[in-house]
């Protein structure tokens, strides 16, 4: 297996050549007016009679202005060649005279690597880091579902503390997550994963179809410590504007009326 850090080493490295790399395993690219670092050519996606495929070492990427295909070095040999992801990481680190060093590592027996953690973590770090987004499911006929329907940047959770948390909000705190797949339960997997991990989960506003679930459990659960209370009205202060006004109103009406009666009382 190839270890976590040396995936990133190698495609930082790539992307940092990616005009070379493309023009190596891609078309010819014209670079003689940016020394090299930048470049451009003819598509090789589609069909076109002046050069629109740009390449760019300091971005790390390539962009097609008229068929609008884009990606980094990986994608490209991912597109280009019809490599699968592990075989570009190893096409790549063939070409950047990078040594692969799979034996198995000096830690200590209960290290676990990120991919032993979540399935298909290095996967979704890629997508993570070009989009920013990931999608996040709490049941394996979900994340199954979701697989069918080709959603690559995904993400199975089981339980809302476990090391597959840790790992997301130390690997890719700065990510958006969309969960998937949320009944009742789930949802409130979702919202305590938000609250104490400090991860950014956008929770749609349905949830079993009834909108009015997550409003009641976080005046309910969420308002144990002030820090905990902070963190869900940042949460509250993603949702639809309708939304928030609805828990804004039955948050502070009743904290009113509490208020109201200890003064009275
Ligand atoms: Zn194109």
Not at 93 to 120: F, Q, V, W
Not at 143 to 172: C, F
Not at 214 to 240: M, P, Q, Y
Request: hydrophobic share 35%; net charge positive.
């Amino acid at each position: 297996m190839i270890s976590d850090h040396q995936l990133s080493n190698i495609v930082d490295n790539a992307n940092a050549n990616i005009v070379s790399i493309i023009n190596h395993y891609g078309p010819e690219l014209d670079t003689s007016s940016q020394r090299g670092t930048r470049g451009k050519a003819l598509c090789p996606f589609h069909n076109e009679q002046t050069p629109s495929f740009h390449v760019t070492n300091a971005k790390g990427i390539y962009k097609c202005f008229g068929c609008g295909k884009g990606g980094d070095a990986v994608d490209f040999l991912m597109e280009y060649k019809g490599y699968g992801f592990i075989e570009a990481i190893r096409e790549l680190a063939r070409y950047l005279n990078i040594t692969i060093n799979e034996t198995a590592s000096s830690r200590s027996k209960d290290y676990k690597s990120p991919a032993e953690i979540i399935d298909g973590i290095i996967k979704v770090k890629h997508s993570i880091r070009k989009t920013g987004e990931a999608r996040l499911c709490f049941s394996k006929k979900d994340a199954k579902q979701l697989q069918k329907k080709g959603i690559k940047n995904l993400l199975h959770i089981k339980t809302y503390r476990s090391p597959q948390v840790e790992l997301l909000a130390r690997y890719a705190k700065d990510a958006i997550f969309y969960p998937e797949g949320l009944n009742k339960q789930k949802f409130f997997m979702a919202l305590r994963i938000t609250a104490d991990e400090d991860l950014d989960i956008k929770i749609a506003k349905q949830v079993d179809d009834q909108p009015v679930h997550w409003i009641d459990f976080v005046i309910k659960n969420f308002s144990r410590t002030k820090e905990i209370r902070h963190k869900c009205l940042r949460i509250i202060a993603g949702f639809d504007s309708d939304l928030k006004r609805a828990v804004e109103r039955k948050y502070f009406s009743k904290k009113w009326n509490r208020n109201s009666k200890e003064s009275l009382g």
